[in-house]
């Protein structure tokens, strides 16, 4: 089934320890997105990808990085995480080179960190 | 700032009519959109509205005012499966989602 496969689909990390969650898509988008979703607050974007071998930066990039070798995969990595980190972490894409506002997202990831 | 304003929680009835209300102050627009994200799962795409008026589609509908910043989404013929959090979005002027924190839609039978 097409798509965009997340995992872990769940994890408890320790603060301090390094953590990559991984996102990777069938469809051929071009556009790849991680947004994070807390309770009471908008998805926030985190960082973006036009295309494969560019990144940029959303509106919560601190404390994280991404990276965008091929058109499929899209892993987000948290260097060293904090317990602000806890979040569901969800990971999109969407046709053409921009973000034209019709996303498909994975089922998410949903990381506590202690 | 930018900022997506929307209600919490609603409450209606299966077979009912209900209207979910979205206003919005963005950086520029260029279309505002509307998710469905039921508990534990993924939002998906329900509607797009980038010029004035209603666009409707199924039991479904979406109406947008540029001048006021409003926009609401409707559904007719509650169904139980409805239940769900619906999410408004506005692309501002850096074609970016901006995104409301979600209308909890509770259905009772």
């Known amino acids: 089934i097409a798509g965009i496969t997340q995992a872990p689909t769940s994890q408890i990390l320790a603060a301090g320890r390094r953590m990559t969650l991984r996102c990777t898509q069938d469809?051929?988008?071009?556009?790849m997105y991680w947004y994070r979703q807390d309770l009471g607050l908008g998805l926030r974007l985190i960082h973006y990808s036009n295309t494969a071998g560019t990144t940029g930066k959303g509106e919560v990039p601190d404390g994280y990085s991404v990276s965008r070798a091929n058109t499929d995969d899209f892993p987000l990595t948290l260097a060293s995480a904090v317990p602000s980190q806890t979040s569901v972490y969800f990971c999109?894409?969407?046709?053409?080179?921009?973000?034209?506002?019709?996303?498909?997202f994975g089922e998410g990831s949903r990381l506590t960190v202690l | 700032g930018q900022n997506i304003d929307q209600p919490t929680e609603m409450t209606a009835t299966e077979g009912a009519i209900v209207q979910i209300n979205c206003t919005y102050q963005?950086?520029?627009?260029?279309?505002l959109f509307w998710y469905q994200q039921h508990a534990g799962e993924a939002p998906t795409f329900l509607s797009y509205n980038v010029l004035d008026g209603l666009e409707e589609k199924g039991r479904f509908s979406s109406f947008l005012s540029r001048s006021k910043g409003y926009s609401y989404l409707l559904l007719k013929e509650l169904q139980m499966k409805d239940s769900a959090s619906y999410l408004c979005?506005?692309?501002?002027?850096?074609?970016?989602?901006?995104w409301g924190a979600g209308t909890k839609l509770i259905i009772k039978p």
């Open positions: 979005a506005v692309m501002d002027s850096n074609y970016q989602l901006i």
């Open positions: 999109a894409s969407s046709p053409g080179t921009g973000n034209t506002g019709e996303l498909f």
């Open positions: 469809m051929r988008h071009n556009a």
């Open positions: 963005t950086s520029g627009f260029n279309g």
